[in-house]
């Protein structure tokens, strides 16, 4: 049944990359009309998608959800302890109340959009709204979606129920995690809980020996090879030719982008693309609805499509072009060039395999669906698997990459099967791209799509489903001051590690979401910091991620010093956070490869290529070119004086970058770091304030970041 159903999304994801449409609606009226929804948006209630299931409950119901209400409304106290009371309030309803479950979220959602700072977030983080006209019937099997309205609004709850009900109220610390990180910062982080303490973590594993403390000796270290890391592609299927690519709600380019400040009579779009170049003298748009390209990869960019003529230069801001905004995620057309450019390069140095840190669907959460989340993953992996046929690809799941978004469940509780059909569809996936084999199924499900793979050269690769803990999965907050392993992963990546120490086999682990990013549960992060000073350096080589989108590094240093404090001395390890291909927001598409050393499996160098998406808005619809952007060694260390053969490792890292970095006052290599972050595009961030000092945005971004635990990142960031 469900490889029936594979084959047929496969089947259907070719007329999805090929077509395009031309808008049918004038966009400027679509401006009026969103900017009319967002005016009434900001006085309140309208924003409420769920209003006409509201409406249409009976009486009773809907009595019963204004009398909750109404109590979550009148609480006392201040905004942490009204939010550790709704938790606790909301558990004890769907106690006392079994059967009205949906009412219960249905008026914690209402109690949301009344009082967030930001409604948007009630739809995407807990409750999982979504809009679109059809419901999902087709789903029901593996759905429990507990309020459809049939025609409109999708309402995802079986989440949330399931953490209410397994939300251990009397721990204090779980709800000031919940209420930090899920209910806008409500409490303020709490400190990190010692997890020597919590969880006995050296008894995981027998002590570390003294010959670990250093990288294992290696004679024969000279042959090098290409290894390429991909993440992050975000493809946009509404990504719409000519909507409004500088829009006021991100992701930009949907047929209902639109800006805030509408364009005057007098405005001229042209404005828009000469504040990015003012340099440009003559136009010549890419506006080409039917650019595509064929089954053997030649690109047709089709015919010219007039907008001025049709609808003046006034019909927005900044309408978008062939291959992609800023402000957008990655239209199909820039994913495909992205990959055939992968496959190009491939020729030449002949990667032996690929990493692929995963984020495969789009940002626009409202209209995401089951089958869209599907789509988005089907169309992404056949086509790495088309361009990059025989090299092996090690593959991970983003937090994008599940519906409801983020959403993972620990394999030991009941969820409804609520989840399985992603992890399942993307096992076989796999394995019939001939990534691994049949027997691998059973490993690869039970990880949540994590694995362990030994190369031919002997190398082992470990990845993981980062969702384990990430902030946004609901399921990462049952227990986490009590199970430090809820989801097995530890156990998993800690006797894998084991036997390759045994043997002296090195190994690079991957994952999505790098474990210092200001969205990662603070324990969960320092236990995988702990794992990794456990098996560092000897074993664990190299990290990789993605995730960001940005250009960046993280350093742990040892014994919880932080980035401002440390010096070499300290350096343990460091993670690779790889740049995106989507522009989703502000950057140039970009992906990066090593050179990697035989049998250390230590990265000598690190290459950036990338391609200025400015150029294609302006360029009569030709294609992007792409080039080499950096190397590593050449950008930071221009006079060579870390040694050819030594590796790009953290002490390299913390020498030449981050020591720079953490002399603030300058602000020209806070700047350099920065544009490279964003590849050089004419978006990047300017790192000075009026007062001629480095700013916040840049401080946090580049120094805070720095730190390998999400705790440290967050406590350094100035606001
Ligand atoms: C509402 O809150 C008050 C104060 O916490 C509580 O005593 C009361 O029982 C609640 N009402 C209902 C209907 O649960
Ligand atoms: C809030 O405080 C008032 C006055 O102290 C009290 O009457 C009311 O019951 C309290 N409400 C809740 C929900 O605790
Ligand atoms: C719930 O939290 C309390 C307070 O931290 C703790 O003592 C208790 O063991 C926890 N219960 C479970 C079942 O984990
Ligand atoms: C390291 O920092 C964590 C979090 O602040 C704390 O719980 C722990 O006790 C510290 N460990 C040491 C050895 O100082
Ligand atoms: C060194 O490594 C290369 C490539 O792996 C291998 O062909 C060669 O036999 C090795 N030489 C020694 C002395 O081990
Ligand atoms: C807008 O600017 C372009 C380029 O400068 C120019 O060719 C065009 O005539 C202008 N259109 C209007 C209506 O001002
Ligand atoms: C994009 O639109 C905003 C107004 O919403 C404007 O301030 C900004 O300058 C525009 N960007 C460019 C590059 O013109
Ligand atoms: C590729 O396809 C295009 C259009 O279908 C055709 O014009 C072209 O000759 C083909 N090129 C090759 C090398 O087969
Ligand atoms: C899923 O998407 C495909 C391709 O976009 C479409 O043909 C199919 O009808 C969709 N299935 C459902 C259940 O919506
Ligand atoms: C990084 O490599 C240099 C040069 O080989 C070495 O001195 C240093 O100890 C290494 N750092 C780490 C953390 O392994
Ligand atoms: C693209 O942006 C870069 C960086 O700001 C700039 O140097 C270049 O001139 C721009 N090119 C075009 C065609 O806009
Ligand atoms: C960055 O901002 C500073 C302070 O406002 C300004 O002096 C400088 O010109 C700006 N740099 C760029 C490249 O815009």
């Not at 204004?66 to 769907?94: E, F, M, P, Q, W």
């Not at 986490?480 to 590690?497: C, H, S, Y």
């Not at 595009?681 to 304030?689: D, E, F, K, Q, R």
Request: with cysteine; hydrophobic share 35%.
């Amino acid at each position: 049944m469900r490889s029936v159903d594979i084959y047929f999304v496969l089947i259907c994801a070719v007329c999805v990359v090929f077509s395009h449409t031309i808008p049918g609606l004038n966009s400027l009226q679509r401006q009026i009309l969103s900017k009319k929804r967002s005016r009434s948006r900001q006085k309140g209630r309208s924003d409420d998608l769920t209003q006409d299931i509201f409406l249409n409950l009976p009486a009773r119901e809907i009595d019963f959800i204004n009398l909750h209400l109404k109590n979550l409304t009148d609480a006392n106290g201040s905004k942490c302890d009204k939010c550790k009371y709704k938790i606790r309030y909301a558990k004890s309803l769907v106690e006392e109340y079994p059967e009205q479950e949906h009412l219960v979220t249905l008026l914690l959602f209402k109690d949301c959009v009344n009082n967030a700072y930001y409604a948007d977030s009630c739809y995407y983080e807990n409750f999982f709204i979504t809009t679109k006209s059809q419901n999902f019937e087709a789903f029901n099997d593996d759905y429990d979606a507990g309020i459809t309205s049939g025609t409109s609004v999708n309402f995802f709850d079986n989440d949330f129920l399931h953490l209410l009900k397994n939300f251990n109220v009397s721990s204090d610390l779980d709800l000031e995690y919940y209420c930090y990180f899920k209910d806008h910062r409500a409490c303020s982080l709490p400190k990190t809980p010692d997890i020597e303490q919590l969880f006995d973590i050296q008894s995981w594993w027998p002590e570390k020996k003294p010959e670990h403390y250093h990288q294992p000796v290696y004679k024969n270290n000279s042959e090098r090879f290409n290894v390429i890391h991909v993440t992050d592609f975000h493809i946009q299927p509404r990504y719409e030719l000519g909507a409004e690519s500088n829009c006021t709600e991100v992701p930009c380019a949907l047929p209902e982008s639109y800006n805030k400040k509408l364009p005057g009579k007098d405005y001229n779009f042209t404005t828009y693309y000469k504040n990015l170049d003012p340099t440009i003298e003559t136009f010549n748009f890419s506006f080409y609805p039917d650019a595509r390209y064929t089954e053997n990869d030649t690109y047709i960019k089709g015919d010219y499509y007039d907008f001025p003529k049709y609808r003046g230069y006034n019909f927005n801001n900044a309408p978008a072009t062939s291959f992609g905004a800023y402000l957008s995620d990655a239209p199909e057309l820039l994913m495909n060039n992205s990959l055939i450019e992968i496959a190009k390069l491939q020729a030449e140095k002949k990667f032996e395999l690929v990493l692929f840190t995963g984020d495969m669907v789009d940002h626009d959460g409202v209209h995401c669906t089951p089958n869209i989340t599907k789509d988005a993953e089907v169309t992404a992996f056949k086509l790495v698997k088309k361009y990059l046929n025989n090299i092996p690809i090690m593959p991970a799941l983003g937090n994008h990459d599940s519906f409801p978004y983020a959403q993972v469940a620990p394999n030991k509780f009941d969820r409804n099967n609520s989840y399985d059909y992603n992890i399942e569809d993307m096992v076989n996936l796999w394995i019939n791209n001939e990534w691994f084999e049949g027997k691998d199924a059973n490993d690869l499900k039970k990880h949540y799509t994590g694995f362990s793979y030994v190369t031919n050269r002997g190398l082992k690769i470990i990845a993981l489903n980062s969702n384990a803990y990430y902030g946004d999965n609901l399921w990462a907050y049952i227990d986490q001051t009590t199970d430090g392993d809820l989801f097995g992963n530890w156990k998993f990546l800690v006797d894998e590690l084991l036997e390759s120490e045994e043997k002296g086999q090195r190994v690079w682990i991957m994952a999505h979401i790098p474990p210092n990013n200001y969205d990662v549960l603070p324990i969960q992060s320092r236990i995988f910091g702990t794992i990794i000073e456990r098996f560092a350096p000897y074993t664990v080589a190299n990290m990789f991620f993605g995730h960001t989108h940005r250009d960046q590094f993280s350093i742990l240093y040892s014994s919880n010093t932080t980035a401002a404090d440390a010096v070499a001395e300290d350096v343990l390890s460091m993670s690779w956070v790889a740049q995106s291909v989507t522009p989703y927001t502000k950057f140039n598409p970009s992906f990066k490869w090593y050179e990697v050393e035989n049998e250390s499996f230590n990265i000598i160098n690190a290459y950036n290529y990338y391609t200025q998406l400015n150029i294609t808005f302006n360029n009569g619809g030709e294609e992007p070119k792409w080039e080499v952007e950096y190397s590593a060694r050449d950008l930071y260390d221009p006079e060579h004086t870390w040694p050819e053969d030594a590796p790009l490792n953290g002490t390299f890292w913390h020498n030449y970058v981050a020591k720079p970095m953490w002399n603030t006052s300058d602000i020209a290599f806070n700047q350099k770091f920065m544009d490279y972050k964003y590849r050089l595009s004419p978006l990047t961030p300017n790192c000075t304030t009026d007062k001629g000092k480095l700013n916040n945005v840049c401080f946090n971004d580049n120094n805070c970041f720095l730190n390998f635990y999400s705790d440290s990142n967050i406590n350094c960031q100035k606001s």
